[in-house]
């Protein structure tokens, strides 16, 4: 059987291209790309000549059988995705589910992830993070979504689109507080790489007031809030409880 991997490309500068990478898009007998006109751009510039064809999510079962065959024809295929690493808010997941489930060796070709990026030169705290995606477009579900994550104890990363970026702050500020911190994460590994950091309330208004900062691409951190002790588990209510009678 072939193999199917999972090969990382640039999100911005195309020096981010690491060389396993393109070997790998050089050897495999076909790349299954979300877009391929927009990929052919890449294509060019690695000198890949391998044959493309189109692949997301919403593409029919058709397609991900097809592709499975040719696997199991003994064909090596590689999945890429516009930008960044394939599955991280791109499309693929059905494949790689099938293709594991039916025992094909999956592989990953590791490279650029804009929230990897983001979360590593953003000063938040990295032990512990929660990847929400991109939040919902309409503001009541936004701001429901906002609620659930309100209680988190980890640093929250989202991706975001231009036109949402003003309101996702002003909307992280009602729930969060605006004493919140943020960073904003925009055009990484770009010419206009931009990286906004302080209290949400700051960060609205550095955003609000400059235009070309409502422009780009952007990942949206905000830091963990304090935890308030809520609840004591009951051997530390016993041992304090002991402890009280000591008391004087
Ligand atoms: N698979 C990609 C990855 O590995 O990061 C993400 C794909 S998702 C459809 C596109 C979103 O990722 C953008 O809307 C933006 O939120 C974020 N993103 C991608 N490239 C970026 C960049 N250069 N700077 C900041 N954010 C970026």
Redesign the pocket.
């Known amino acids: 059987w072939g193999q199917l991997y999972i090969v ?1 490309t640039p ?2 500068n195309l020096s981010d291209m690491v060389p396993r990478a393109i070997e790998t898009l050089q050897q495999v007998s076909l790349i299954a790309a979300e877009d391929t006109r927009h990929s052919a751009r890449l294509m060019d510039y690695f000198q890949i000549a391998t044959p493309m064809t189109a692949y997301h999510d919403f593409s029919d079962n058709d397609k991900t059988e097809k592709l499975i065959s040719s696997l199991k024809a003994g064909e090596d295929i590689a999945l890429i ?6 599955l ?3 499309p693929g997941y059905r494949l790689v589910q099938v293709a594991r489930s039916e025992g094909i060796r999956v592989v990953p070709i590791p490279g ?4 990897i990026a ?1 979360l590593s030169a953003s000063g938040l705290p990295t032990d512990k993070f929660r990847f929400e995606g ?1 939040l919902p477009a309409k503001a009541t579900a936004r701001v429901k979504t906002l609620e659930s994550l309100k209680s988190s104890d980890a640093t929250l990363v989202f ?3 231009p036109h949402r970026i003003v309101a996702c702050l002003s909307d992280i500020a009602t729930t969060f507080g605006d004493q919140r911190e943020v960073v904003v ?6 010419t206009y790489e931009t990286f906004l950091s302080g209290t949400v309330a700051e960060v609205a208004d550095k955003v609000q007031e400059d235009t070309n900062q409502q422009k ?4 949206v951190m905000v830091g963990p809030g304090e935890q308030k002790l809520t609840e004591i588990d009951s051997d530390t209510e016993r041992l304090m409880g002991y402890l009280l009678e000591e008391l004087p």
Do not use: N, Q, W
């Not at 650029?112 to 929230?115: P, Q, R, V, Y």
């Not at 780009?216 to 990942?219: D, Y």
């Open positions: 990382a999100i911005g995705s516009d930008a960044g690493t394939p991280i808010s791109d650029a992830c804009a929230l983001a991109f991706y975001e689109a994460a925009r055009e990484l590994t770009k780009g691409e952007f990942v």
